[in-house]
C-alpha cells in the first residue's frame, strides 16, 4: 500500500522522519462539520495553516466533531506547537469565514483543550492511514 511518496529528511547529522497521527476534537463535541460546506471550509482552514507553518498534511479527514490526520512536522517543532498553531490558527479563520458559528461559542473557543499525537513507525503506516480513511464508517457517518 504505497500512500505514501517517504522522502527523508537530511540535517547535520541525522537522517529520518516523524509521522504523526493528530486527533483533535470540538468543544464540548458539538457536531459542527456535519454539513459539507463547514466540513471543506476547516479542511480548508487547518491546510492553510499547515502550509503557513511547513507542516505537511499527508492525510486529513474531518467527522462532525473531530479530527484525524497524519502529518510530519518540521524540524525542532513538537506535537504541543503544531497542536497549538493548527487549533488556534484554523479556528481564527474559521470563525472568520463563519461568524455565526459565534453564537455557539461565545468564548472563541473551537477546539476542546488537548488532543492524541501518536508518531507512527513506517511499518504501521498503511493501518493507520488506512484507519484514518475509515472514520466514517468506522462511527456510521454519511460524509
Known sequence: MDFVN???NH??????INFWHMEFTTKYRYQMFGKFKYKSLIEACIRR??????IKIII???MPEHIHMMATLPKGMNDEKAFQLLKGASSYYFFKNHPKARLRYP?????SRGGCAVTVGYNQLSDTISYILKQAEHHAVAC
Open 107 to 111: 468564548q472563541g473557543h473551537l477546539w
Open 6 to 8: 517517504i522522502k527523508l
Open 60 to 62: 486529513l479527514n474531518v
Open 49 to 54: 495553516v499547515a502550509h503557513k507553518h511547513n
Open 11 to 16: 540535517s547535520n547529522h541525522k537522517v529520518g
